[in-house]
């Protein structure tokens, strides 16, 4: 490896020495000589390997780094910073409520907490290391040296820069080389710190320009009043090739893009075909008989169902106990009226069309139940209601005759 | 890979020893007493053996998450071929061949099933239409047959992985690190299917109605959370009786540690992913289970456990001279194991829906003490016969001279 074309020991003009470059046989001549080189008091000094080298930094005499402190602080910052923004977002300056949830609720911030913590304290840990190390380094002197490019592959090498207290070119060779250095190598710099390229600080000074042009084109016309129509950035977006209501379609023969109604179809506010059936009101009346035949099936589909929509309020019996009911009732909910138990006489004393037309349209808390329950099965809820009615205020007639002893007993 | 490294290590320093071993063996009458005890007590309780038998299922759990937490451990270890944990790797070994003595503490679990289970009752099953749709699996045979087939593969694997690594002990046979390596995969499918279907089986199936998917994950991650607790508190204590003293490092104290706290933090991820979706839905059938742990004080349980086994062990396992000093790791790897336990109690004790009391406490504590002893005495009779690290292993001396940077 010793046949590159000698290494020039005066500097050329314009040219200064920046450090020596030392290379060594492998990690274990490399961490011996970092420990003699952190002895002997250098502080501008670094070495170079392919690979992490175990116990180097104790080598080197590195003492523990802040990083640790620093992606603690941005992690709870970043924890701080989740649960203050959804605060102030879902809690003060836009609330929305969403299914009865509370505005604000710890549990529901937490996988944005988890998440901010883990983007702080990640960004902290990236953004840190390279401040902490001075990188990127675009160019150093070591990289002056042909050699150098090895210490990506199988080279080991300890440079020692031109700038520490301690260098001096032929003692720190010396030094260097009785460390069982391999080869020794100066390293030159130019006299003069070179500067960025002039392209590169002209590219940098038009892309801040450029990258100043939307937000201050925003801020412009946030400011004024236009008196032309709006500029139409996405223009697929605000002009979408769809068919309007009403409007031309080439799609079907008669030339309209809207499908004219179906035959047969009725508007809202015409009343249905069988208004007894639909409405439970006969000439704005509540009916008192069933508009459909009573039987043992509507009576079983008038439990199930019962069970399913009202029994969570109303409860099992009727009785207005409902687990919602109860709950509400602890919790003391604003503005909940509690459902009436369903046995007292005005209820009882209304007639089923009224029963009907309270499921239909809903009353007070309760909301309407027309599109969880069709008329059939709201009049089969009705029915059961009849049913729970009649059992809570049953007399000794109403159980048959051989049952009677039971009851007595 | 460089084979045999014995030379560095006396034979002292890597074998239990005869005294140790005997006094070990004195913990078989101790843990037998306690259980005796804890069963008079339970007579004494005046409720059917209720608390009794739901306290022996935690304990019962509580032990074969540690031993389950060791199964899934040395597979891992070997997957990732992993240098520095081989000192260490023996220990873990020897408690994942421990389910000898943890299957016969399990045997109360299946002569109380009736009580324990209410899915054991024909007539509530047949009143209750999801038991009873759930029959095909939760019944009496099928459940007797699965535990016992659990019990066997981790006995077997145990076994297998102990056994064969031992061998290598005398015969220095490089090759069977390489099939261990092998075996760890399929054993580690195994594992996560058996366990997960454990941890439904065991204590999910105390509230039949209820279901989490996540369950057997939950308990994974609890007994890694323990076995990685176990572990340094071993360790240490090895260390104080004069063994392992150049073996075991502040290197490896460090890495377990290191992996304590992960797995504290997985055990945060995970129980808080069961909760979030349950919250969130906030539909009766889901949120029974919590409900019935968040009042009637378990709530204070709860808070405990999300103080204890996560926040406070956080900020306690986060800095690196908390891992690298071995009597703070071990107070730590003492509280967490406290807290596993704790966190185990919380989900088997509300099944009872009796408040705790100081009987029954009683129970508990005895159980796990004698449970302890038990244990204790068999994982010391496996090591007694064994080296305490696996001494002629191709990664022993990686393992003895890395260091952490």
Redesign the interface.
């Known amino acids: 490896m010793n046949n590159h074309e000698p290494t020039p020991n005066t500097p050329l003009p314009g040219v200064r020495v920046a450090g020596l470059l030392a290379e060594f046989d492998g990690p274990e001549p490399l961490r011996l000589a970092a420990e003699r080189v952190r002895d002997l008091g250098y502080v501008h000094w670094d070495v170079y390997s392919p690979y992490?080298v175990?116990?180097?930094?104790r080598a080197m005499g590195i003492r523990?780094t802040v990083l640790?402190w620093l992606v603690?602080l941005f992690g709870v910052a970043g924890c701080a910073a989740a649960i203050l923004m959804q605060w102030w977002m879902n809690a003060r300056d836009y609330p929305v409520l969403v299914s009865g949830?509370p505005l604000w609720s710890l549990?529901?911030n937490?996988?944005i907490a988890?998440e901010l913590v883990i983007l702080f304290a990640a960004a902290a840990a990236f953004i840190g290391v390279l401040g902490l190390n001075r990188l990127p380094q675009f160019w150093h002197p070591v990289f002056s040296s042909p050699r150098f490019r090895r210490a990506t592959t199988d080279g080991f090498f300890l440079g020692i820069e031109a700038q520490d207290p301690r260098f001096h070119e032929t003692s720190t060779r010396e030094l260097l080389e009785s460390l069982g250095a391999t080869t020794v190598e100066t390293c030159f710099a130019p006299a003069t710190r070179p500067g960025l390229p002039a392209w590169v600080r002209w590219a940098g000074v038009i892309g801040v320009l450029v990258a100043l042009v939307p937000p201050l084109w925003i801020a412009r016309a946030r400011a004024i009043r236009a008196d032309r129509p709006r500029v139409h950035p996405i223009q697929d977006m605000d002009f979408q090739p769809r068919y309007v209501a009403q409007g031309p379609g080439p799609l079907f023969a008669d030339g309209r893009a809207m499908r004219p109604p179906v035959p047969g179809t009725i508007p809202r506010s015409q009343p249905p075909a069988d208004s007894l059936l639909e409405t439970g009101l006969d000439n704005g009346k509540p009916i008192t008989h069933f508009p459909l035949p009573v039987s043992q099936a509507l009576m079983v589909r008038g439990k199930e169902r019962y069970e399913i929509y009202c029994a969570v309020c109303h409860g099992l019996a009727g009785d207005g106990r409902g687990?919602v009911a109860i709950r509400a009732l602890e919790r003391a909910e604003p503005g909940w009226v509690a459902p009436r138990s369903l046995h007292v006489d005005a209820v009882r004393q209304q007639p089923v069309g009224q029963l009907f037309q309270t499921i239909t349209r809903g009353l007070n808390t309760m909301p309407s139940y027309a599109a969880q329950l069709t008329p059939e099965d709201r009049w089969a809820v009705v029915l059961y209601i009849r049913a729970l009615q009649r059992s809570q205020n049953a007399r000794l007639d109403d159980i048959p005759r051989d049952k009677r002893a039971l009851l007595e007993r | 890979m460089q084979p045999n490294a014995v030379a560095d290590l006396p034979q002292d320093q890597i074998t239990l020893g005869e005294p140790l071993a005997q006094r070990a063996g004195m913990l078989w009458t101790a843990g037998a007493l306690a259980l005796s005890a804890a069963a008079v007590f339970g007579w004494l309780h005046a409720d059917g053996m209720q608390w009794f038998l739901h306290s022996w299922l935690l304990n019962v759990t509580f032990y074969v998450s540690l031993s389950l937490g060791a199964l899934w451990l040395v597979p891992i270890l070997h997957l990732t071929r992993a240098g520095w944990a081989v000192a260490v790797r023996r220990l873990a070994e020897v408690m994942g061949a421990n389910f000898g003595v943890l299957a016969i503490l399990f045997v109360p679990v299946l002569l109380g099933i009736d009580t324990l289970y209410e899915w054991a009752d024909p007539l509530a099953v047949q009143n209750d239409p999801l038991l009873s749709h759930k029959a095909p699996y939760l019944n009496v045979p099928f459940f007797v047959l699965r535990a016992i087939l659990y019990l066997a593969v981790w006995w077997c694997l145990g076994r297998y992985l102990l056994v064969r690594s031992t061998e290598q002990d005398s015969s220095g046979d490089p090759n069977v690190t390489l099939r261990l390596e092998r075996a760890s995969a399929p054993a580690l499918v195994i594992l996560a299917l058996t366990a997960t279907f454990a941890a439904f089986d065991w204590i999910m199936a105390l509230e039949a109605r209820w279901y989490s998917t996540i369950f057997g994950v939950y308990y994974f991650s609890g007994a890694m959370v323990g076995v990685l607790a176990v572990l340094p508190l071993a360790a240490l204590g090895l260390q104080q009786a004069g063994r392992l003293r150049g073996a075991i490092t502040v290197e490896h104290y460090h890495d377990l540690g290191k992996l304590l706290f992960a797995f504290v933090v997985f055990w945060g991820y995970i129980a808080f992913s069961q909760f979030l979706l349950i919250w969130y839905g906030n539909i009766p059938e889901e949120t029974q289970w919590y409900r019935r742990r968040l009042s009637d004080g378990w709530e204070s349980l709860a808070l405990v456990l999300l103080a204890g086994h996560l926040v406070i062990p956080f900020f306690g396992l986060l800095s690196r001279r908390a891992k690298r000093r071995a009597g703070i790791l071990a107070f730590w790897s003492a509280w967490l194991l406290a807290m596993h336990w704790l966190d185990l109690y919380w989900l088997v004790m509300p099944a009872v829906e009796q408040p705790v009391s100081v009987l029954g406490a009683m129970i508990d504590v005895l159980l796990a003490v004698g449970m302890a002893a038990l244990y204790l005495a068999a994982a010391a009779r496996i090591a007694a016969t064994r080296c305490l690290v696996p001494r002629r292993d191709p990664r022993l001396v990686e393992s003895l001279v890395f260091e952490n940077t």
């Open positions: 992490p175990h116990g180097i930094e523990p640790p603690l949830k549990p529901a937490i996988p988890f687990p």
